[in-house]
């Protein structure tokens, strides 16, 4: 079966900074675009980040520009996402999730779209 495993969160002080990874196992996480999800207590689901599968193409959401960096390494089966200079309204149950770039970038700022594969989050709580 198609697995994606978060993993990487934590708490946190604001102003600190985290590395989220999403591995995959049991298929070739070159043939997706991967997008990063978030979903704080009581709010809707999110999309935060995006990377293609393609050119490596990223896309971002306005409130976390400037500060998270999305990457992938294909031998390792691995997206990740640097976090830095990390605020409280970050805090958020974080999901990676697996399909084509055009949806990927259609989820960042709003609720996501249809994806192929999810994994089950990894929690970052940003609290002094």
């Known amino acids: 079966q198609v697995q994606l495993v978060e993993s990487g969160g934590g708490l946190v002080q604001p102003g600190g900074s985290l590395r989220l990874s999403c591995a995959a196992s049991?298929?070739?996480?070159?043939?997706?675009?991967i997008g990063w999800f978030r979903q704080a207590p009581g709010k809707e689901r999110e999309g935060v980040s995006g990377i293609s599968n393609s050119d490596a193409s990223t896309v971002y959401a306005d409130s976390v520009k400037g500060r998270f960096t999305i990457s992938r390494d294909n031998a390792n089966n691995t997206v990740y996402l640097q976090m830095n200079s990390l605020k409280p309204e970050d805090t958020a149950l974080y999901y990676c999730a697996a399909g084509p770039f055009e949806l990927v970038v259609a989820s960042i700022n709003k609720s996501p779209y249809y994806m192929d594969y999810w994994g089950k989050g990894t929690l970052v709580t940003v609290s002094s």
């Open positions: 049991r298929f070739t996480l070159d043939r997706y675009a």
